[in-house]
């Protein structure tokens, strides 16, 4: 039972649903009532050109609209659409200032079969602000890489300044005009024609604001690179007793760019010649040579050279003359055992002489019985000089040897 209610009760409603349908159908389509109906339609700002008569701009962004009481039948208030109507509010046919303006629109187009209830009594707030022009410099900003082994030169354009005029809150904003440029890939030289923006300080573009001219001619050499080594030159002679070690440069090696005929011919780059008598400290800039037609990427034109020196300095050592090529049929009696020796040299390395990395000695050979003067010979390590040696010279005693009984070494032979 209560399954049959619940059957009747749907069938019920779905018959009411019809039937309002169809109630509703023969009102909208047979009667077809008068109603009343508010529709919101956008609102044409026109005349913006005139405000600059009063050093006022509109500020950008504003969409106005006003809100009409439509009246007219079903049908017609229900298919009517926005774009049957023209609402204008008309800037140079009223006095402004800046700031929120209360301004009367006019209602300029409508369908026929609609009537306006409030057209007499239309307005819309418009806010203007202070007309202001500045010049800002203008900046170039590449992306992107050019081919391997090319780098591009420095951007150029046919104007440096742009002028941007328009409202004061956006035209204070603006800190440069800047062309973009993409050079990914590219390996010639790039002339082209690119539009100008206004950006703020951070590089957002600002395009509430009128900008003067609006495009600039822009130049990028893009060249052959190549990476060479550095050449140091000096003139002149260290001072103080100081010897030149070595020469260091940083940075090693340089990237120059031009013409690729030119830079490949160009192994290395020289500097400018350094004076080692003149000398203030152990560095100094020196300044790059460059061909005619060649520039340097990333560089101001000095690199950093380090001179290395070491004093020279004078050494006394005491060392034992020693003997060679000694015959052992004989004895050897020498009137000095010891020399004294003065050697020069470089400090690091006379710091570093040892007794045993010098020979000195008296040379023997074919020396027969009897007293001999001979002079003593010292060998030194490479780098080392000889200053003076004392004695220069000694006396040798050679005499044969005998056994024993005191015979001759030799008779016995």
């Not at 079969?113 to 009594?121: F, T």
């Not at 500045?134 to 420095?154: C, H, I, Q, R």
């Not at 005619?292 to 101001?300: D, I, M, Q, S």
């Given at each position: 039972m209560d399954e049959k209610n619940q059957k009747q009760q749907i069938i019920i409603k779905i018959c009411c649903v019809i039937a309002a349908f169809g109630l509703w159908l023969y009102i909208t389509s047979v009667l077809n009532p008068v109603k009343n109906y508010k529709k919101n339609i956008p609102v044409t700002i026109i005349n913006e050109d005139a405000l600059e008569q009063s050093r006022l701009a509109l500020v950008p962004g504003q969409k106005p609209y006003v809100t009409l009481t439509l009246k007219g039948t079903i049908n017609d208030i229900y298919s009517v659409n926005e774009d049957q109507f023209k609402v204008v509010v008309d800037l140079g046919a009223y006095v402004t200032k800046k700031g929120e303006n209360n301004i009367p629109v006019q209602i300029q187009q409508s369908p026929d079969?609609?009537?306006?209830?409030?057209?007499?009594?239309l307005w819309v707030k418009i806010t203007l602000d202070d007309l202001v022009e500045?010049?800002?410099?203008?900046?170039?900003?590449?992306?992107?890489?050019?081919?391997?082994?090319?780098?591009?030169?420095?951007?150029?354009?046919n104007i440096t300044d742009v002028s941007v005029k328009g409202p004061e809150r956006f035209v204070k904003l603006i800190d440069r005009g800047e062309i973009r440029c993409d050079i990914d890939g590219m390996y010639r030289d790039l002339n082209t024609i690119l539009p100008i923006q206004a950006v703020d300080i951070n590089g957002n573009a600002i395009g509430e604001v009128k900008i003067q001219p609006k495009s600039a001619e822009l130049k990028i050499p893009i060249k052959k690179a190549k990476s060479v080594g550095i050449n140091i030159k000096t003139t002149g002679k260290l001072n103080n007793n100081s010897v030149l070690d070595k020469i260091t440069v940083t940075p090693e090696k340089v990237d120059i760019v031009g013409e690729e005929n030119i830079i490949n011919n160009i192994p290395s780059l020289d500097t400018e010649p350094i004076d080692l008598g003149n000398l203030s400290g152990d560095e100094v800039a020196a300044k790059l040579i460059l061909p005619?037609?060649?520039?340097?990427?990333?560089?101001?034109g000095f690199v950093k050279v380090k001179i290395y020196s070491n004093s020279m300095i004078n050494k006394n050592i005491s060392l034992d003359i020693k003997t060679i090529n000694e015959d052992n049929n004989y004895n050897t009696t020498l009137d000095a055992d010891k020399a004294v020796l003065s050697v020069s040299g470089l400090e690091t390395a006379i710091n570093n002489l040892k007794p045993e990395d010098i020979q000195c000695y008296v040379d023997l050979n074919s020396m027969k019985e009897g007293e001999h003067k001979l002079p003593v010979k010292v060998n030194l390590p490479e780098g080392i000089k000889l200053v003076s040696i004392s004695p220069e010279n000694i006396t040798v005693n050679i005499k044969k040897k005998v056994t024993s009984e005191g015979v001759n070494v030799n008779q016995n032979q």
């Open positions: 079969n609609i009537k306006i209830l409030n057209s007499d009594n500045k010049t800002v410099p203008l900046k170039v900003v590449t992306s992107g890489k050019a081919k391997d082994g090319y780098y591009p030169g420095e951007p150029s354009t005619k037609g060649v520039t340097l990427v990333n560089n101001n």
